[in-house]
T-cell receptor
């Protein structure tokens, strides 16, 4: 069975703080794909990153960075120098090779205060 | 990223009527489209998966006669909520992807209110 756990329900930070959103996954597939999506108050989900199970290199994109650790089955997301516009719900998701389903975690609501 | 357009963004309807929601991939052909439902402050619940030209695959507990899904072309899928009731009020989101295991792109979502 596949499962994604985002233990942090809500996080509040003050602007310019760094924040890390945790994601732990479970899967029996040897080939799988991990995603992060952002859902701002408008509701639309915005794709942030896709990572396959064979690529453990960390990724940095501007203020965003991702740490993929197969040994701990984690795919954590860090926002550096957070901004008010980063306030949103962030979802981690997982799919396995040969399956159509994208399994979502329960999401982490991030609030960045000025 | 690719663009997925969902329409309408908001709809209010009376109990007993049917509502159709459209999901279009604007700049790519989507072999698979997905329909999700999201309750307030909750995660996304997959309702069904649709492949162009074939019947949709519904998740357990989702009534296929109530939530009719049609995937008529590689760029359009529709969800029709038939005989809507207040408990069907929710946020419905579609997503589309080019091929298996690639990223899915999401529509803007439709907030359905049944009065």
């Amino acid at each position: 069975a596949q499962k994604v756990t985002q233990a942090q329900t809500e996080i509040s930070v003050v602007e310019k703080e760094d924040v890390t959103l945790d994601c732990v996954y479970e899967t029996r597939d040897t080939t799988y794909y991990l995603f992060w999506y952002k859902q701002p108050p408008s509701g639309e989900l915005v794709f942030l990153i896709r990572r396959n199970s064979f690529d453990e290199q960390n990724e940095i994109s501007g203020r965003y960075s991702w740490n993929f650790q197969k040994s701990t089955s984690s795919f954590n997301f860090t926002i550096t120098a957070s901004q008010v516009v980063d306030s949103a719900v962030y979802f981690c998701a997982l799919t396995g090779r040969g399956t159509d389903k994208l399994i979502f975690g329960t999401g982490t609501r991030l609030q960045v205060f000025p | 990223g690719a663009v997925v357009s969902q329409h309408p963004s908001r709809v209010i309807c009376k109990s007993g009527t049917s509502v159709k929601i459209e999901c279009r991939s604007l700049d790519f052909q989507a072999t698979t489209m997905f329909w999700y439902r999201q309750f307030p402050k909750k995660s996304l619940m997959l309702m069904a998966t649709s492949n162009e030209g074939s019947k949709a695959t519904y998740e357990q507990g989702v009534e296929k006669d109530k939530f009719l899904i049609n995937h008529a072309s590689l760029t359009l899928s529709t969800l029709t909520v038939t005989s809507a009731h207040p408990e069907d009020s929710s946020f419905y989101i579609c997503s589309a992807r080019r091929q298996a295991n690639t990223e899915a792109f999401f529509g803007q979502g439709t907030r359905l209110t049944v009065v």
